[in-house]
């Protein structure tokens, strides 16, 4: 296939294009570098440009022929979009609505689209599945269901072929620690408390010890970013045609923050220092997939089951520096 793979210099994006590389797939990356990495990827599969830029889509999709989209590029912090929604809206939202706009004028058949945990809310019962009720309590999870449910009319009206993939919390690194996640400010937990635990913080807050949760700390469901990456690629290679099918992508496993925190002191030896902050508005208490359909639909496996294995790929690619 010839895909066109937006925000594909950022951390997910990456992996997935790599993958898709090494599949034989061709691959053109757009990415206008806001907060992904040229050295994510090779100079020659980068075409830095903005979604807001039509005229630049129109040439790319014509002279390259690309046939399948994967849609990445976005703003993905929870807590920035409650405190800068603006953005959200027009990143996750305008500018999907663009791209989607475009890829329906060049007739391309197929398209992926990066969603998330948050579309639903708060848990009505867990492990979630994708029949769950539709709830986003941040505008984070808003402007992704909403994209989706864009998809779907564009699916059943124009006979789009689309995938959405739930995310739940993308972790880790590659094994051979070349490629790791690197976002500037970093948000995420494992990142910051690697950080704590290689003396670049001086500590970790805990957003939020009045959980009701076993440990009184948030609970998501940490999956690896190859695993990720590998449920794109089969996600566009077994794709329904003429419809929208969703899918959770997470491990099925729950970790509560301090569980994350025990396991990166366990992995580097070192003792984290730990502050018990106020909760951080938007976060649910619990995430965790069920990945079941992902599974039995589409043969995927995770390669990393379990926090112990994620957080030591991270590790060895944070402490190269
Ligand atoms: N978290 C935390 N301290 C931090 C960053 C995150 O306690 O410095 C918590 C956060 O409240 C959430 C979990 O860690 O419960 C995972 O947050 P992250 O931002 O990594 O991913 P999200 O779940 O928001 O996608």
């Known amino acids: 296939m010839r895909i066109l793979v937006t925000g594909g210099a950022g951390y997910i994006g990456g ?13 053109l990356v757009y990415d206008n570098l806001t907060a992904g990495h040229r050295t994510n990827i090779p100079a020659d599969q980068l075409v830095v440009g903005d979604l807001k830029d039509i005229d630049h889509l129109d040439h790319l999709l014509v002279v390259h022929r690309i046939d399948s989209v994967l849609h990445f590029a976005a703003s993905a912090s929870v807590g920035e979009s409650v405190t800068h929604p603006a953005k959200y809206y027009q990143n996750n939202l305008l500018n999907s609505l663009n791209l989607l706009e475009r890829v329906r004028r060049h007739a391309i058949p197929r398209f992926v689209f990066s969603s998330t945990a948050a579309v639903y809310g708060t848990p009505e019962t867990i492990p979630l599945t994708e029949d769950h009720p539709l709830k986003p309590v941040n505008p984070y999870g808003q402007t992704k269901l909403a994209f989706e449910a864009m998809l779907a009319d564009y699916s059943a009206a124009y006979g789009l072929s689309a995938t959405a993939l739930r995310y739940f919390n993308a972790a880790g690194a590659s094994v051979d620690a070349a490629f790791g996640e690197a976002h500037d400010p970093e948000t995420h937990l494992i990142p910051l408390v690697l950080f704590a635990a290689l003396g670049k913080r001086p500590k970790i807050d805990i957003f939020g010890t009045d959980y009701e949760t076993p440990d009184g700390t948030c ?9 990720l990456a590998e449920a794109h690629v089969l996600a566009l290679e077994q794709q329904p045609a003429g419809k929208l099918v969703t899918y959770n992508v997470g491990s099925g496993t729950g970790n509560s923050v301090r569980e994350v925190i025990r396991t990166c002191e366990e992995i580097s030896g070192k003792t ?19 990945a079941d359909k992902l599974k039995r639909e589409l043969g995927w496996s995770p390669k990393f089951p379990d926090l112990r294995s994620i957080v030591e790929t991270a590790w060895d690619w944070h402490r190269k520096g």
């Open 15 to 27: 992996f997935t294009a790599r993958r898709l590389t090494a599949k034989g797939h061709t691959v």
């Open 219 to 227: 609970i998501r469901d940490y999956v690896h970013v190859e695993d």
């Open 272 to 290: 984290i220092v730990v502050n018990e902050a106020p909760r951080r508005a938007g976060d649910p208490s619990v995430l965790v997939a069920s």
